[in-house]
Each structure stands twice: as C-alpha cells, then as structure tokens.
C-alpha cells in the first residue's frame, strides 16, 4: 500500500521560509525520514495535499523543479483555515504532505520548441516548478519567453528570481504590473498581462512555440485569443485549473469538470481539451 | 462461480445466526427502532424486520461510515507522531435482509472507491462484508430499480441472495465463493426443485423511463440553463437525498481534536453550496440548479463513462426523503423525455 493510497501524509519539516508578499509564503520542506525522500520522486505540474495537523488539508503545486532534489517548496497566500495556520509556523516545524497528484507538463515532448510563459498574480508558483526544469536544462529547449503580471509591484511574488531570469541572456522577462499598480521606480511594464503579450507580439513568434498560461480565470480568458491571433493552435497552449479537492485522487467527487477529474486527469490541460469540456470551473 | 440453488427454512436460518455469533461475526440487519426500521447490530433472527419496501438507511455504513478516522496524530512541542488505524481489528460482518438494489449499491460504491487506485480504508471493510439479500415481494411508488438496470430479484452485489417461496421458506440463491462458505455453514441444504418459480413470488416494478435515453439526453441538455433551473427551484440543497443514498459516496476531510485529535473522513454532498467553493471566493458551481445538474449528470452520465457503472440502483430513498417532494424518477423521465 502506498502511502497515497492511505491519505497519511509524510511528515516533512520546514527548512525555510521566505516572504514573497505580505501575505504569501513560499516554504521549503524536507523529509523528516531521510529514507522516505530518498524514494520520492515527482513530475513538473504535479501537486499535493499539505497539512497542518489539527487544522486540515489544503491543496497546492509543487512549486519547486524536479530538477532540484532534496526538497520540495510550496507557495501559499494566507486566507483560510489551514493557510492562516501555516502562515504561524516557523522553521523547524512539522506539517504533512500527501502527493505527488495529478499529471504532468509534457516537457520531454517540447524539446526543440519555443517556450512562452504567461502567468498572472499567484499563478506563477506553477509555472515557476516548470521554468526552472527547463532552464536546469536549458540546451534542450529554443527561445525563452516568461511574460509576468500583478496587480500592484507588491503583489509580484518570487522578486529574487524575476531579478535572476531578467539577467539572463537566455531568457527573456517581461514582467508587468496593472494600470495604477507600479511604484515610482518601476522598470517594467504597465498594462493588463493580455495588453502587454499583444503589444510584444512581435518579438513572439507562435512556429515552434508552446505556450503555458496560468493565472485567474478573466487573464486566461483574454489572453486566449490575443495567441490565437498569435497563430497559437489550441493543442499548443497548456494551462492548469485548480478546483476545490479534498482527496486528491479521483474519489471525494467535487473537483470534476464534466466527466473529468482536475485531480487525475490534470491539473495540466490544452486549450484543446478545454474547449470540449464544460464551463465549470 | 455458477449460482447454486438451495432451500432453506427459517429453523436452518436461526441455526446460522447463532452459528455466526459463535464465531464472533457481527450481524446486521433491519431492526426497528422507535418508529424507524434501520440496519443495526442483531443477535438473533427474531429482531430482524423484513415487513418494510425499504430500510431509511441503507447499510452503506457497513462499508463507508458517515464519519471514520483515516489516522489519529499528535502535534506536540514541535513533534508529530501520527497512528495508523489497525484494520485488522475491523469485525467480520454479515449484512442480512438487504433488498437487492441495496446489494447492487456495493457494486457502485467499489467502483467509487476502486475505479483507480484502491482504497484502503473501505477495501479492508468490504473484504470483511458477506451480504444476504432478500428480494422484494413487495414495492412502493418510488422504487425503480427496473428503470436503473436491476430488479426486485436482482443478485448483483448479493453473496446470497433469499426469496420467500412460501412462509418462512426460502430460495437461496447462492452467488459468489464468499456465499458458498456461509451456506457451507448450514448442514444439508436441500437443492431447490426445478418447479420453484422465484419471479411469482417477486413485486412487479414497471420500468418508468428508458434509460438508455438518459446519457445522450443529459449531454443535450447540460447548457440548457432553463431546463434545470426549472428542475430544480424547489431544492433546498439540504443534502438529504445524498445522506440516504447506498450509492453515494462524495466525502470531505476534516480535522478535529486540535493538537491531538484524528484525521476524518465524513460524508459530504454536491448539492451544498461549500462542496465546491474555492477559497478565492470563486465557485465552478454557484447556484442550486447546477448542483442538481452535477447530481445527475455524475451517477448517470459520468460514471457510466468513467467507472462503468450507473451511480443509481433505482432505491427511491431519496424520494422518500425529499422534504420538498423531488421525486428523481419523475425528474429522470423528463430528462429521457426531452426533446432533442
């Protein structure tokens, strides 16, 4: 019996913790048995269920790459039950984590390719799992596009690495804050995360690209049709859906879309298969 | 295996309840209690109630209690330590006295729990439940078995299943190995002649819609806001016709116990507002109609796709239950009867 399979979470301790925002965390947790992390093993755009005990299970991204072993990291915003109760805690402590859940970005079938990356507000945590596998292996993949937007500069999470990937020469950053958002020393962009793809259109070429766009339903919903008009075809664009779950594996019954199950056959999905499924989500 | 035939009469029966109590097997069985008629604990073959068209309850408990602990821990002074339950301590049960869709409603709840990867927690009950069926001479204006693929005699799910030939005689029809040992128990069966005829003796139960009909017309229907809408003003979202469903198996897990407390598992239902509120705020299903919609489109659309197998056995208990008066065979034969 896996441990999945019995919903007992592994016990993994904070190592670190680091303030993105005023009330988004990113925590860094390792196995409390060396044995049992030596035997994990995840894919990018997989998930999980982590717990504070006594308060519950909440469902988040891993937000940390494959690529980097030993660890896994999470990003959360506080705001309920559990999250407020995980923002208490310091290094040192012990929460749950059941997983990995769900499918995968296909990224071995990317090889080759383009890759542009649209992402909105706390949306990026996903993204960030799949932008650090492809660039730890970089020389696998063509041009690098992260486009990157918030409301306010405050709002931006992972600033340290937006700071890295705007300094490399193999990867170019747009970043982006909405109309009214930016703070006097803002360098980027401003302008609705849809607005500012559309105005560097032509520097993104959609031959050869995959896109990955994640972010709040309204930034998905007009940024489809600027990469359509991109010439982006809909099996091209992936994004992730994150319906409320509970088990993580396909029996509590409330994270379907349709006939689908969110927690089985996503998180990831094309745009293509989007447009078969039913509004609801 | 090949279904055996057998007789047996109520003296071989009581001799096989003691029989069982001798082994330390737990029975349960329909027992009235106060005004209700439920599945309890019973001892001998005296309390058991076989008057009733149905049980309020289905003996889904058995196998999915309303709320189970999946794990107890402690969350000390910077430590965890978490406690497996042990299933081996988990009773050996028989169901007795089940109506048939009640027996095939197992069929559906292994679907749910087993379709992908297995439970652990409900295999190790299922594996400990022996299920005798007693078919049903009798039905009510809310059954419809018939319609959702069984039938008043139906042995899907049943190890045994009984039929009353005549008063306190029984066909036993023997089902599966499980069956063959607890039968095994009482010594010298007779075989039952090829003149018995078990279909006189059972209710009839007109099929009411097509089921066939229902999938292809769900689909059809899915953006037809109007239709559900109108389906469903009068639902209160209360949850009733789930908490009585043998085949619904939706569930939520909670923590209770602060620091040191346990990890449960309890029964939960798509027509609650909460069931699919994202903490922003966002729900993919917002109003009741939607609910109502999930409800149906999941046990008659869905899972037949996904899990090979109808959510619904045709019971009516959430009929009965209904304080609003839904009544889902009229609500399913609008559906079958829609127009394309």
């Known amino acids: 019996m896996s441990m999945a399979d019995s919903f007992k979470p592994y016990l993994m301790k904070i190592e670190q913790i680091s303030d993105e925002t005023p009330d988004v965390k990113t925590m860094r947790l390792v196995f409390s048995d060396e044995r049992e992390g030596k035997n994990f093993s995840f894919r990018t755009g997989q998930f999980g269920e982590y717990s504070v005990f006594g308060e519950g299970e909440c469902t988040f991204c891993i937000a940390s790459p494959p690529t980097r072993q030993g660890y896994i990291e999470c990003t959360f915003r506080k705001a309920g039950r559990v999250t407020s109760a995980l923002s208490g805690l310091e290094p040192g402590e012990i929460i749950g984590f059941r997983g990995p859940y769900g499918n995968i970005f296909p990224i071995s079938d ?64 747009i970043s982006t804050v909405d109309p009214g958002g930016e703070t006097p020393d803002w360098k980027g962009e401003i302008g609705f995360v849809p607005t500012v793809l559309g105005r ?64 089985k056959d996503g998180p990831v999905f094309t745009f293509a298969q989007l447009k078969d499924m039913p509004q609801e989500y | 295996m090949e279904t055996e035939k057998k007789l047996i009469g109520r003296g071989e029966l009581e001799k096989l309840f003691s029989h069982w109590r001798s082994k330390g097997k737990r029975i349960l069985a329909p027992k009235k209690i106060g005004a209700k008629i439920d599945f309890a604990a019973v001892t001998t073959l005296e309390e058991v109630c076989l008057d009733q068209v149905q049980t309020v309850q289905s003996a889904k408990t058995a196998v999915f209690p309303r709320v189970e602990e999946l794990f107890s821990f402690k969350n000390k002074d910077g430590r965890v330590e978490i406690r497996e339950r042990d299933q081996g301590a988990l009773p050996e049960t028989v169901i007795f006295g089940l109506r048939p869709c009640d027996d095939a409603a197992f069929a559906v709840l292994k679907a749910i729990f087993n379709w992908d990867s297995q439970d652990p927690l409900f295999s190790a009950r299922m594996e400990k439940v022996a299920v005798i069926g007693v078919s049903c001479p009798r039905a009510d204006e809310y059954c419809f078995c018939t319609s959702a693929g069984g039938g008043p005699g139906g042995t899907t799910g049943s190890d045994i299943l009984l039929t009353e030939i005549a008063p306190g005689e029984y066909l036993a029809e023997i089902i599966s190995e499980k069956g063959r040992v607890l039968a095994g128990e009482a010594a010298g069966l007779k075989p039952c002649p090829a003149s018995v005829s078990k279909e ?105 796709e996904r899990q090979q197998v109808l959510g619904c056995v045709g019971c009516g208990r959430c009929s009965r239950a209904c304080p609003v008066d839904m009544n889902i065979l009229e609500h399913l034969r609008s559906v079958a009867e829609a127009k394309p």
Not at chain 2, 214 to 242: K, Y
């Open chain 2, 200 to 304: 006189a003796h059972l209710a009839k139960v007109e099929p009411v819609f097509a089921l066939e009909r229902v999938a292809p017309a769900l689909a059809r229907l899915f953006d037809d806001n109007a239709f559900w809408v109108e389906q469903s003003l009068r639902c209160l979202g209360c949850g009733a016709c789930a908490y009585v469903c043998p085949a619904c198996a939706c569930f939520d897990i909670q923590d209770e116990g602060g620091g040191s407390g346990q990890r449960l598992r309890c029964w939960d239902s798509c027509g609650f507002g909460l069931f699919t509120l994202h903490t922003s705020g966002h729900n993919p299903r917002p109003v009741q109609s939607q609910r109502w919609r999930q409800r149906l489109m999941h046990k008659f659309s869905y899972m037949p």
């Open chain 1, 200 to 263: 560097a259109a032509p520097a993104i070429a959609s031959r050869d690209t995959v896109a990955v766009v994640c972010g709040p339903p309204v930034m998905i919903k007009f940024t489809f049709p600027v990469l359509t008009k991109l010439g982006f075809k809909p099996e091209n664009i992936f994004t992730t859906l994150e319906n409320r779950m509970k088990c993580g594996v396909g029996k509590c019954g409330r994270c379907n879309v349709g006939k689908y199950f969110v927690c």
């Open chain 1, 110 to 173: 990317w090889e080759g390719k383009n890759l542009l990356f649209i992402a909105g507000g706390i949306a990026l945590p996903p993204m960030r799992s799949v932008i650090w596998n492809v660039l730890d292996l970089r020389e696998r993949y063509g041009n690098i596009t992260i486009v990157y937007g918030a409301r306010t500069v405050a709002d931006l999470v992972y600033k340290r690495e937006l700071a890295e990937w705007a300094g490399r020469s193999d990867v170019k950053l």
